[in-house]
């Protein structure tokens, strides 16, 4: 995570962020869809968010353009939604740690598989979270991303 891109686009920004702004939906604080665009825009950031089910986002992408600059160009941030990398750190530590203690055996392997899962469905629901953002901003606004 916490992957950086370089993204370029013919548009201007201001005409960049306009059209951002009509795709994104402003939502309540649970009241997300799976599937739909969420996020905010300022006058040079942006954020997205695309949950992957109705529990919620596991990334946010966040942007940030040069507004003096004549066309679209600036910077593309894949960063992990906090509270839940919280949650599955705990839980992780947590499988961890009762490997030490004298608990039966199948609470212990029970645990470790439970971790195991909830860290790969963590991944996987952000890589297809990160493809469906990545190419609706391909597709909308023409965006070159470039690996830094």
């Known amino acids: 995570m916490f992957r950086q891109y370089q993204i370029e686009s013919q548009f201007s920004p201001t005409e960049f962020l306009n059209r951002l702004r009509t795709l994104l939906s402003s939502r309540s604080f649970l009241g997300g869809r799976s599937g739909r665009?969420?996020?905010k825009v300022t006058d040079s950031?942006?954020?997205v968010r695309s949950p992957s089910s109705s529990r919620g986002n596991v990334i946010w992408v966040m942007g940030r353009i040069e507004?003096?600059?004549?066309?679209?160009k600036g910077t593309l941030r894949i960063v992990p939604e906090p509270l839940g990398s919280v949650g599955l750190m705990m839980i992780v530590a947590l499988a961890i740690a009762i490997q030490f203690m004298g608990l039966?055996?199948?609470l212990r392997v029970a645990l470790a598989a439970f971790a195991?899962?909830?860290s790969g469905l963590g991944i996987v629901m952000g890589r297809s979270e990160w493809r469906r953002i990545s190419a609706t901003l391909r597709e909308q606004f023409d965006l070159t991303l470039?690996?830094?």
């Open 37 to 39: 665009f969420y996020g």
């Open 45 to 47: 950031r942006f954020d």
């Open 67 to 72: 507004p003096t600059h004549p066309t679209v």
């Open 104 to 106: 039966s055996t199948l």
């Open 116 to 118: 195991v899962l909830t």
């Open 146 to 148: 470039t690996r830094r």
